[in-house]
């Protein structure tokens, strides 16, 4: 699944540079997170990192974005390759 951001969220900017995908940025009203671009850290971390340092745990599983982690691993290499041109 991608991760959500509540509107729990106090707008801290800890998480945003912590996303090694680039999927987290402030929103209308707080910060949200791209699904398209959420692996959940897989590829990366063993533990989703924005979860691992918001201060008022407001980063939960989205219900709606339900992925496997082969999937998951498939968007993160997708990313990879939009990345790198390869
Ligand atoms: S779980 Fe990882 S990839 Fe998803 S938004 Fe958080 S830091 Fe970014
Ligand atoms: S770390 Fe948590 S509270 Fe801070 S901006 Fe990110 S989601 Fe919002």
């Known amino acids: 699944m991608a991760l959500?951001?509540?509107d729990e969220c106090i707008n801290c900017d800890v998480c945003e540079p912590e996303c090694p995908n680039?999927?987290?940025s402030l929103g209308q009203?707080?910060?949200?997170?791209e699904p398209a671009r959420c692996t959940e850290c897989v590829g990366h971390h063993a533990e989703?990192?924005?979860v691992q340092v918001c201060p008022v745990a407001c980063i939960p599983v989205d219900p709606q974005r339900v992925e496997t982690?082969?999937?998951l691993w498939?968007?993160?290499t997708a990313?990879?390759?939009a990345k790198t041109g390869a």
């Open 22 to 24: 680039d999927a987290i």
């Open 4 to 6: 959500m951001i509540t």
């Open 69 to 71: 982690r082969d999937q």
């Open 48 to 50: 989703p990192q924005c």
């Open 79 to 81: 990313l990879v390759r």
């Open 29 to 33: 009203e707080h910060y949200a997170i």
């Open 74 to 76: 498939a968007k993160f």
